[in-house]
C-alpha cells in the first residue's frame, strides 16, 4: 500500500511539473508579441483554465505558433480532464467515498461497527438505536440488492474496522466492534488485529469462554437466552418439580443458570429432571454432588434428575410438574414437543417453549429481539454491579483483597454471578414475586427493607447463609473444592463447606452482595 501511494505521488508530481512546464512556454512563447493577448503568467493560467473546463470565454487566444500548439495540447487534453474528473465523481458517490466522507461529520457521536449484516446484526443495531437514536451504525459490507434496507439509519461501507477507527481520528468515545457470527473472530479477516486497535471488541462464540484479551470479549448466545430467561420468568417458592426437555446449547445453558441463579431460600427442595444426553455435563461437573442430590429427590435440597430414556414415558411427572422447559436446539422438533404435550398429557403447571417465532397462547422465550440487546451483549449494567461487589468486599474484609482490574477472569465471573442473582434478592426482601424489572424505586424500597430487617441476627444469619449456598454452588459448579487454605491453582477454597462452620468474618463477606442494594440506590438517586 505505501509502495502505490509513493507511485501516486509520483505521477501526481510530474503531472503538475509539465503542466507548469507548458504554461511557462505559454507565458515566454506569447508576452513578446504585439498581438497577444497573453501578457503575463496569469493571463496564461487564466486561458488553460478556461480551454482545460472547456468553459472558452475567447477573451484570450494565443497568437504565435508555439502558443497555438500549447493551446491544441491544452483542447485534447480538455476532453480527458472532463471525462476523468466526471469518472472521479461517479467513483466518489458509488464506493465508500461518499459515505466516510459523511462520517466524518459525526466523530462526536458512538460508532458502532458491524463487521457483517445478518438478522442477529440487525436486531441488535435495531435496539442499540432504540436506546440511543444520536448513534452511527455501520456494517462492513456492501448492501446486498435483495436486502431491505433497515428502518433505522445506517450506513453500509465495505472498509475495515481499522478503517473506520483512522477516520474517527479518537474524537468521542471509542467505536465498538461486533462479530455476530458464530466463532467469527478465527476466520473473519476483519478480525485481524482488532486487538491492536483501540476500539471495544464484542465476538459470538459457542464455547462460553468470555474474555480473550484487553478489549476483546466474547458473549454467548445460548447464555443470553438463559440470562433472559431466568429473568423473565424466575423461581417461584410454589415451584418444586422443573422439567427440562432438550439437553443441547439451549438446554444445557438453562440449566447452568438454574444452578448459579435460582436460589430463594435455605430450605428450598427443587428438583430439576432433564431429559437429553448429559454425560458430557456431568463428567464436565464432577464435583455437583456436593451441593445437589443426584440421581433421586431430596426433601432437604435441590436434586437434578438426569433421564436417559424418552420424556414421553413420564407422563405423572409431565402431569405434576409446576414448569416444563421445552428448549431444544432444532426449533421445529420444540413445537412438536410443545402440540404432543398438549394433545396426549394434562399438564397443569406451565409450559415455556423457546421459539423465535411468535404465536398467541404460547409461553415462548428466546426471541432475537430479547436476547440481541446492549444489555445482554455489552453487559454494562451486571458489570458494573459487579464492580461495586467486589469494591464493598475489598473495604469489608481485613485480609488484602484485589481490585477489580488485578482479577482474574473466574474470580470476575464469581462478581458476576452474585449481581445476577440481584432479582432475587430483590423478591426476597420485598416477598412479591411478581417483580421481574428492577427500577430505581423498587431497588431502593428494597435495600430500606433490608437494613430494617437485618437488624435482627436471625435475619441477618439468613441472609448470608442464603448468599453463601449461591456462592458455594457457583464453586462447585467450576470443580473447586474445599481446603485449609486458599489454593487458586489446585481450586480448593477454605469456605467451601457448610455455612454453619464458617468463622464470623468469612460469614460477613456474604454482606457484599446484599450492601449492593444500597449502592445502585444511591447511585440512582
Keep these: 500500500m505505501k509502495r502505490k501511494n509513493k507511485i501516486y505521488l509520483r505521477m501526481t508530481m510530474l503531472l503538475i511539473l509539465i503542466y507548469l512546464a507548458l504554461l511557462t512556454m505559454l507565458f515566454l512563447s506569447e508576452h513578446t508579441d504585439s498581438r497577444a493577448t497573453i501578457h503575463s503568467f496569469r493571463d496564461a493560467f487564466w486561458y488553460s483554465l478556461v480551454t482545460l473546463t472547456t468553459v472558452g470565454y ?130 473473519n479477516i476483519r478480525a485481524v488485529d482488532l486487538h491492536t486497535l483501540p476500539v471495544e471488541v464484542y465476538a459470538r462464540t459457542t464455547n462460553g469462554q468470555d474474555h480473550l484479551s484487553g478489549n476483546i470479549r466474547f458473549f454467548h448466545s445460548y447464555d443470553c437466552c438463559a440470562r433472559q430467561y431466568w429473568h423473565s420468568n424466575p423461581l417461584c417458592s410454589c415451584e418444586t418439580t422443573i422439567v427440562i426437555i432438550g439437553f443441547e446449547n439451549y438446554g444445557r445453558c438453562i440449566l447452568e443458570r438454574a444452578i448459579l441463579t435460582n436460589i430463594i431460600s435455605v430450605d428450598q427442595h427443587v428438583a430439576y429432571h432433564i431429559f437429553g444426553d448429559a454425560r458430557e455435563f456431568l463428567a464436565m461437573h464432577n464435583h455437583l454432588y456436593e451441593t445437589f442430590s443426584l440421581g433421586k429427590e431430596s426433601g432437604v435440597t435441590d436434586s437434578l434428575i438426569f433421564h436417559d430414556d424418552l420424556w414421553e414415558m413420564h407422563h405423572t411427572l409431565m402431569e405434576q410438574a409446576d414448569r416444563i422447559i421445552i428448549c431444544t436446539d432444532n426449533e421445529p422438533e420444540g413445537w412438536n414437543i410443545f402440540w404432543r404435550l398438549n394433545k396426549y398429557y394434562k399438564i397443569q403447571g406451565h409450559i415455556h417453549l423457546h421459539s423465535n417465532r411468535k404465536a398467541p397462547g404460547v409461553t415462548y422465550f428466546g426471541t432475537n429481539e430479547e436476547i440481541y440487546t446492549p444489555d445482554q451483549i455489552m453487559r454494562t449494567k451486571l458489570n458494573q454491579a459487579a464492580i461495586t461487589i467486589n469494591e464493598i468486599f475489598c473495604k469489608s474484609v481485613s485480609y488484602p483483597t484485589l481490585s477489580w482490574e488485578e482479577l482474574d477472569d473466574f474470580h470476575r465471573e464469581s462478581k458476576i454471578a452474585a449481581a445476577d442473582h440481584l432479582l432475587m434478592k430483590v423478591r426476597i426482601l420485598l416477598q412479591d414475586e411478581t417483580i421481574t424489572e428492577l427500577t430505581p424505586m423498587i431497588i431502593e424500597t428494597a435495600y430500606n427493607k433490608y437494613c430494617e430487617t437485618k437488624k435482627s441476627e436471625q435475619v441477618q444469619d439468613m441472609y448470608r447463609e442464603l448468599d453463601h449456598i449461591r456462592w458455594l454452588r457457583f464453586y462447585i459448579f467450576y470443580n473447586w473444592s474445599y481446603g485449609p487454605r486458599r489454593n487458586d491453582a489446585a481450586r480448593q477454597h477454605p469456605m467451601l463447606c457448610p455455612y454453619k462452620i464458617l468463622t464470623s468474618e468469612q460469614k460477613r463477606e456474604r454482606d457484599a452482595a446484599w450492601e449492593l442494594l444500597g449502592s445502585i440506590a444511591s447511585e440512582m438517586k
Design 58 to 187: 475567447g477573451d484570450l487566444t494565443p497568437v504565435t505558433p508555439w502558443g497555438q500548439a500549447i493551446g491544441v495540447v491544452f483542447l485534447l487534453l480538455s476532453a480527458g480532464i472532463m471525462m476523468t474528473l466526471f469518472g472521479a465523481v461517479i467513483s466518489f458517490v458509488t464506493s465508500e467515498g461518499l459515505p466516510l466522507f459523511l462520517l466524518g461529520f459525526q466523530r462526536k457521536k458512538n460508532w458502532y461497527y458491524f463487521a457483517s449484516y445478518g438478522v442477529e446484526s440487525n436486531t441488535l443495531a435495531q435496539n442499540i438505536y432504540k436506546e440511543d437514536p444520536d448513534t452511527v451504525i455501520i456494517f462492513g459490507e456492501k448492501r446486498d440488492e435483495q436486502t431491505e434496507f433497515p428502518n433505522y439509519p445506517c450506513m453500509f461501507i465495505n472498509v475495515s474496522p481499522a478503517k473506520i477507527v483512522a477516520h474517527k481520528k479518537n474524537i468521542g468515545t471509542k467505536c465498538k466492534v461486533f462479530l455476530m457470527k458464530e466463532n467469527d473472530i478465527g476466520i
